[in-house]
């Protein structure tokens, strides 16, 4: 073991929660750390879903997004919530609260994608077709309770969604310089995506040795190699920035460009804000600024600092 690591002790099969009662139980030893939560790390990583589901709804509701993005966002964390109580009880019920919600909240994107510059009409049909086919989902799971199932509907879900998401992007940014930061933001999700996604499938198909491997090193060493875990991890950063592009691409299509600007938090953790300007002129106006508006502003927002400039100038020379 390694230094100042303390010995797994062995897995209990009926901790507080009693007995599993979910089609899937995933590699981490159960109860091995708490009696209260069967898998101490997949419990807790799914933070990782719901603090940025809280952050997004903070940022759509500061930087005047559309609101569509606020029921992605919910549905982000109530998988988030429904993994976490999953992993920590083994119960059936509340892996269905994990499952479930993973397909209702793609739906979200998935609307949104396809009903762009379409009638009310259009949209309302939209909205009731993808309704009808997410309870069809939920009656056929019901039914066989085949996790693959489950797996290979929301895999479907999301190549249609990225898929319509690229075509947008195509159709909608002629501007060379900013479609390749959507590429980028594409391809960073995609890959913090699939990234978990490998580290979850050798969690699985390597279960043994991993657990091999955390009884030889120890305690706590051992909690940082839970694949399905790092899964949750990456997969929530994944979902994330997928939402900023959804975020951003929402701007181009509204045609607001002139209103937002686009920024990487410590370099990869990115955000689309009102410029402050514009911030300041949609609280005033209580609309979005107009193209020409926002142009006046900066124009006598250039003058202002080219006065002040002369001004201070001015003074430095008078003091010489």
Not at 153 to 167: D, E, H, R
Request: hydrophobic share 45%; proline share 4%; charged share 15%.
């Amino acid at each position: 073991m390694l230094p100042g690591a303390i010995p797994y002790p062995p897995p209990v099969d009926n901790g507080y929660w009693g007995p599993t009662t979910s089609t899937i139980d995933w590699c981490e030893e159960n109860y091995v750390v708490s009696k209260y939560v069967a898998e101490i790390m997949n419990t807790t990583t799914n933070a990782v879903f719901m603090i940025m589901a809280l952050y997004t709804i903070l940022n759509v509701y500061r930087e005047k997004h559309h609101p569509t993005i606020i029921f992605a966002a919910i549905g982000f964390f109530i998988v988030g919530f429904g993994s976490w109580m999953f992993h920590m009880t083994l119960w059936y019920e509340f892996q269905l609260l994990d499952e479930l919600p993973m397909i209702y909240a793609t739906c979200v994107p998935l609307y949104i994608v396809f009903s762009n510059k379409k009638s009310n009409h259009y949209k309302t049909l939209l909205g009731v077709g993808i309704a009808a086919g997410a309870l069809l989902l939920t009656a056929i799971y019901l039914h066989n309770k085949n996790p693959t199932f489950h797996q290979a509907a929301y895999g479907i879900l999301n190549f249609i969604v990225i898929g319509k998401s690229v075509a947008l992007t195509k159709a909608y940014i002629s501007d060379q310089k900013t479609k390749n930061l959507f590429w980028r933001l594409l391809g960073l999700g995609l890959f913090s995506f699939l990234f978990g996604y490998f580290l979850w499938n050798m969690d699985i198909h390597l279960c043994n040795q991993w657990i091999k491997i955390r009884r030889e090193v120890g305690l706590p060493y051992g909690l940082v190699i839970e694949g399905h875990a790092w899964w949750h991890i990456f997969t929530g950063l994944g979902v994330y920035i997928y939402i900023v592009y959804l975020c951003y691409l929402q701007v181009f299509l509204a045609k607001r460009q002139h209103l937002y600007h686009f920024l990487w938090w410590c370099g990869f953790f990115p955000h689309v804000d009102l410029l402050p300007e514009a911030k300041s002129l949609w609280n005033k106006l209580g609309r979005a600024p107009t193209e020409t508006e926002m142009a006046e502003v900066t124009s006598l927002n250039g003058v202002k600092r080219v006065s002040s400039i002369h001004a201070k100038s001015s003074s430095v020379n008078h003091h010489n």
